[in-house]
């Protein structure tokens, strides 16, 4: 029987038909499709790998019992791999596109020393199998509906912004796309040429790219260097009118940010993701009130008080129940954090509450979880927590 594989989507995009969990199969009509895995995981086995540049390939799977994937463009996977004796994980984003529901396709580009994006490089070949949860994420269109958009990517940023174009070209969308994607030489733009035929065949679709340097045989015409903000009405004069999705390096995307305020764009409709682990904080823009230094009356009982100033947090004791070992962390401290500060290291993804690698029991205390759908209310429910995201509210036994 085929299924459909869902993993945990939130929404209920266009060209999702979910049927109802209850209702039965109708053979031979996708809305028919049984919903299968709603808990999130499943065993992939590699169909294909293409090479897409010198260093990022696309590795396609299928599902190990024949399934259908379904999931919101733009959202990732998580790769539960052992490399070397040693278990791992890891965030992809789903490349391919929901309306091309056979296979679920991710695009990886090869990190000097990086121990999966090479392990999945060298090793990966048809017939590999693999786990995966998910998919997690709220970087989506489907989310933030809108006339037009902007996509600015850099490097392997470009992969769900790729997945949302290939569901809107798929979906005969009437979105006005505007494409701006950084590489560093005209080698290196992923999907150069998908993107092109795309562009070349529907009149919403508007593609460039801006390319830091030539390559040795393949000179660069185009736009030269690294983005600027003259570069932008270059390409999308209407940018105020448009819902910006950003993908790339944080100091590349702290660049977009500043371009976008300095030209009085509506930060509301501005959105990013990071792929990378040194930047876990979740944005808001503008930073709403409250998330400056807190004022005398959030200071712990244990503070020192005095002028307004903020001084000490309140400290609780943490326990990993299973492993024994037991660190502080303060009430302003993510559990997470505070481990890895005492040189602990439980699994984790993400960093921001979306892929719940991270997810545990808390067997005793409260803690305050500020979650990016990560986590289910039923879960959270029987006490789970992410704690990439949860700050303790008093001291803890952790199931870890
Ligand atoms: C939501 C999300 C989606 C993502 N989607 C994609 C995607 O579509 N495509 C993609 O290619 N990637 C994506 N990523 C990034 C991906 O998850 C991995 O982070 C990336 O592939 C690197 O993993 P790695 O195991 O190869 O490198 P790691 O082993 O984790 O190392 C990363 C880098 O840090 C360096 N490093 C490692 N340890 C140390 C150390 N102790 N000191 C100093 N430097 C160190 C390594 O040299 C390497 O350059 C995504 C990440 C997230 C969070």
Request: aromatic share 8%; glycine share 8%; proline share 8%.
């Amino acid at each position: 029987m085929t299924a459909l594989i869902s993993f945990n989507g939130v929404l209920d995009p266009p060209w999702r038909a979910a049927p109802d969990p209850g209702e039965q199969p109708k053979p031979g009509t996708p809305s028919g499709l049984p919903v299968w895995g709603e808990d999130a995981t499943a065993v992939l086995v590699c169909r294909q790998v293409q090479d897409v540049t010198d260093d990022v390939r696309t590795f396609l799977f299928q599902a190990d019992e024949p399934a259908l994937f379904q999931h919101d463009a733009g959202q990732f996977v998580t790769l539960n791999l052992e490399i070397d004796g040693r278990a791992v994980s890891r965030c992809y984003t789903i490349s391919s596109p929901p309306t091309r529901p056979h296979l679920l396709g991710i695009t990886v580009k090869r990190q000097p020393d990086g121990l999966v994006s090479n392990w999945l490089h060298d090793t990966m070949a048809p017939g590999t199998r693999i786990s995966a949860d998910g998919p997690f994420g709220v970087f989506t269109a489907a989310r933030h509906p809108s006339a037009k958009y902007l996509f600015l990517s850099a490097g392997s940023g470009i992969t769900p912004l790729m997945s949302m174009t290939r569901t809107m070209y798929d979906l005969g969308s009437d979105a006005d796309i505007v494409f701006l994607h950084s590489a560093r030489t005209p080698s290196d733009i992923i999907f150069r040429r998908e993107l092109e035929m795309m562009a070349s065949t529907v009149p919403t679709l508007h593609v460039a790219h801006v390319c830091e340097r030539d390559a040795p045989r393949d000179p660069w015409g185009g736009l030269r260097g690294l983005l600027t903000a003259d570069m932008l009405p270059l390409v999308a004069p209407d940018l105020t009118e448009r819902v910006v999705f950003c993908c790339g390096p944080a100091p590349y995307m702290a660049a977009v940010r500043q371009m976008l305020l300095d030209r009085g764009f509506d930060m509301q409709n501005y959105h990013e993701e990071s792929f990378s682990f040194g930047d876990l904080t979740v944005q808001e823009f503008p930073s709403p009130p409250g998330t400056q230094a807190a004022t005398d009356d959030e200071v712990g009982d244990d503070g020192t008080g005095g002028d307004g100033a903020r001084t000490v947090a309140r400290t609780f004791t943490v326990e990993f129940a299973r492993s024994g070992q037991t660190f502080t962390c303060g009430d302003d401290e993510n559990v997470l954090d505070a481990a890895y500060a005492a040189g602990l290291t439980p699994p984790s993804s993400c960093g921001q509450g979306m892929c719940g690698t991270c997810k545990t029991t808390v067997l005793s205390g409260t803690v305050d979880m500020q979650h990016n759908g990560g986590i289910r209310p039923r879960e959270i429910a029987q006490s789970k927590v992410l704690i990439c995201c949860s700050k303790p509210l008093s001291d803890l036994t952790i199931d870890s």
